[in-house]
């Protein structure tokens, strides 16, 4: 069975970082690429971040280039996310999502349970 | 960036009624690139369709997907207490990916 399991979450002050992890079991880490997907209190889904499945690909969506970077290690089956600067708008629930197919351009087949990131003085 | 309207907001329908969603793309997408999700409450998204009308695994078959262009269409044949929840589509077909705004489907 395919498990995600993030954590790191937490409150945070604005301009402040947080690192998310996500352990990854139940099937080859290294031959599936990955992503993270947030989702505002109330709101609806944003993807944010992918990497590959060596890692030579990273993409990232606008609102938080320059500020995230996704990364992973394949001999610790464990994906990351390390935040800086962070803004009141990053709250969210930050799921790790691997999609169905390696490949970017798959839909997202297992998530995590998601990491409530609270960005708040 | 490909935008995906969902209408409407919010859907009232009775246990056993049909349930028809919209997701509409600002631009004509691949229909191999569609996917629908169901999200209940304090879970995470469950993939429910793929490639616009592919059930994904373990999917109950009263879930269809049909639809190309920009105008995709969910359907529940028959809606169990189980189904309500919030749907949405996902484009993955391009950079960056996208999600609609999600249909909410309540009990009346």
């Known amino acids: 069975e395919v498990q995600l399991v993030e954590s790191g979450g937490g409150l945070v002050q604005p301009g402040g970082s947080l690192r998310l992890s996500c352990a990854a079991s139940?099937?080859?880490?290294?031959?599936?690429?990955m992503n993270w997907v947030r989702q505002a209190p109330g709101k609806g889904l944003e993807w944010i971040s992918y990497?590959?499945?060596?890692?030579?690909?990273?993409f990232y969506a606008d609102s938080v280039k320059g500020r995230f970077t996704i990364s992973r290690d394949n001999a610790k089956n464990s994906l990351y996310l390390q935040m800086n600067s962070l803004r009141d708008e990053d709250t969210a629930v930050y799921y790790c999502?691997?999609?169905?197919?390696?490949?970017?351009?798959?839909?997202?087949?297992?998530w995590g349970q998601g990491a409530l990131v609270t960005v708040s003085s | 960036e490909i935008v995906l309207t969902q209408s409407p907001g919010t859907l009232s329908l009775s246990p056993g009624e049909r349930a028809t969603l919209s997701c509409r793309a600002s631009?004509?997408?691949?229909?191999?690139?569609l996917a629908w999700y169901q999200q209940k409450p304090g879970q995470a998204p469950r993939l429910l369709i793929y490639a616009a009308s592919s059930r994904a695994t373990g999917i109950p078959d009263r879930f269809s997907g049909s639809g190309s262009g920009t105008d995709f269409t969910l359907t529940i044949s028959r809606l169990e207490p189980e189904d309500f929840a919030v749907y949405y589509c996902?484009?993955?077909?391009?950079?960056?990916?996208?999600f609609g705004g999600g249909t909410r489907v309540e009990i009346k």
């Open positions: 139940g099937f080859t880490f290294s031959t599936y690429s």
């Open positions: 631009q004509s997408v691949s229909s191999s690139s």
């Open positions: 999502v691997r999609p169905i197919l390696a490949g970017y351009y798959n839909p997202f087949d297992n």
């Open positions: 996902h484009h993955y077909g391009t950079s960056p990916l996208t």
């Open positions: 990497i590959s499945s060596g890692s030579g690909t990273i």
